[in-house]
């Protein structure tokens, strides 16, 4: 009679069809400039089989909540856990990056997958977490020597794709984007609101023709500004445009807009437990504004404290800092072009003075 570990592990032809139909290692290579960093991140996930919004944040348990799942695809926060959602429905996932002493990211201790009868590495990898980690991910992850010895009930850290770096100076949320059939590296930037020379140099692209279908992409989701304390629990909350998020312990709901795309929105939330939201000085509420044009002031949430109670703090910030940037950098090309066109007038003038001698 076999023994028992022959019965529970994965018959050797799973072996098989790991090697035979395993693709090369598909996840970008996200390397972290500062290894113990942590930060927000998210991937774009196809959803294999028919669920629930309930059932899909228990799938990624331990890195994602129901509320982070709403408010990473700006849900409704009344969104029923058992709404259905459709096969092949592709949705963000955030979760807890975590950057090791290895300068590679990961989601930071999991999600956990219990194996199933007859699961290979394989198909955990591709089937279950849509190919955003290879078979080899996981077995590393998980101190797995043979890769064909896995077993029912065995529990599984799955290694999400991630990192915290900054590009190009600013601050970003790295989503994790698998490539779908028609895609091409314009159009995938053109559609985050990224430029498509960043695109290409953060994956390493050197042929946008290249591109292959689930190929992962690093792809760098601009960010709202933020102005809570880095003493608060919540001082890396990085939200991409279209999205919110609760925090303060559920009391407030911050947001990120293309309409006030500089700052975070905060707004408190009413339920039971919260406390009062105190205004700013000069007794600005909440979101409200003085002045105007680039002096212009909003009151703004920066974060929150508890001891005995919970606590809100506000503060007030510039409200149009972006939109003063680019006003200022729009006067310099101007400014070049007259200076250009006052030194062509000059030659001219001069060459006509040369004639006349």
């Known amino acids: 009679m076999p023994s028992l570990a022959a019965r529970l592990a994965v018959p050797a032809a799973a072996l098989l069809l790991v090697l035979f139909l395993a693709a090369p290692a598909s996840a970008t290579n996200f390397t972290c400039a500062t290894p113990g960093a942590t930060c927000q991140s998210a991937i774009g996930y196809a959803v294999p089989n028919a669920t629930t919004y309930a059932e899909l944040a228990a799938r990624f348990n331990t890195t994602t909540t129901l509320a982070e799942l709403l408010g990473a695809n700006n849900l409704p926060t009344t969104t029923s856990p058992s709404a259905p959602i459709a096969a092949k429905t592709t949705l963000r996932i955030p979760f807890r990056c975590s950057c090791g002493s290895n300068r590679v990211g990961h989601s930071d201790g ?42 029912p009930g065995q529990k599984l850290r799955i290694p999400l794709p991630c990192t915290c770096d900054p590009v190009d100076g600013a601050t970003v949320m790295h989503f994790a984007y698998s490539v779908a059939k028609g895609d091409d590296t314009s159009g995938i930037a053109a559609r985050f609101g990224v430029n498509e020379q960043t695109l290409l140099n953060l994956n390493k692209i050197t042929d946008p023709k290249g591109l292959e279908q689930a190929q992962i992409l690093d792809v760098p989701l601009p960010v709202c500004r933020s102005s809570i304390s880095n003493t608060s629990a919540d001082h890396n909350l990085l939200l991409p445009n279209g999205t919110y998020a609760l925090t303060a312990e559920d009391c407030m709901q911050c ?26 000085d000069g007794g600005l509420k909440l ?71």
């Open 110 to 151: 999991g999600p956990i997958y219990v194996v199933q009868p007859q699961d290979g590495l394989d198909h955990i990898a591709r089937e279950v977490f849509d190919a955003f980690v290879t078979y080899q991910e996981v077995a590393t992850a998980n101190n797995i020597k043979n890769v064909n010895l896995i077993y």
């Open 255 to 280: 947001s990120c807009s293309a309409n006030d795309y500089e700052q975070l929105s905060c707004t408190p939330v009413q339920r039971k437990g919260c406390p009062t939201v105190p205004p700013c």
């Open 287 to 357: 979101g409200e504004k003085n002045g105007a044009g680039c002096e212009s002031k909003m009151c703004a949430y920066t974060g929150y404290s508890k001891t005995t109670s919970l606590s809100i703090h506000t503060g007030l910030v510039t409200a149009n800092q972006t939109a003063c940037n680019q006003k200022g950098g729009a006067a310099r090309p101007e400014f070049a072009g007259s200076m250009w066109r006052m030194s062509a007038i000059s030659f001219h003038m001069v060459l006509i003075l040369i004639c006349f001698l």
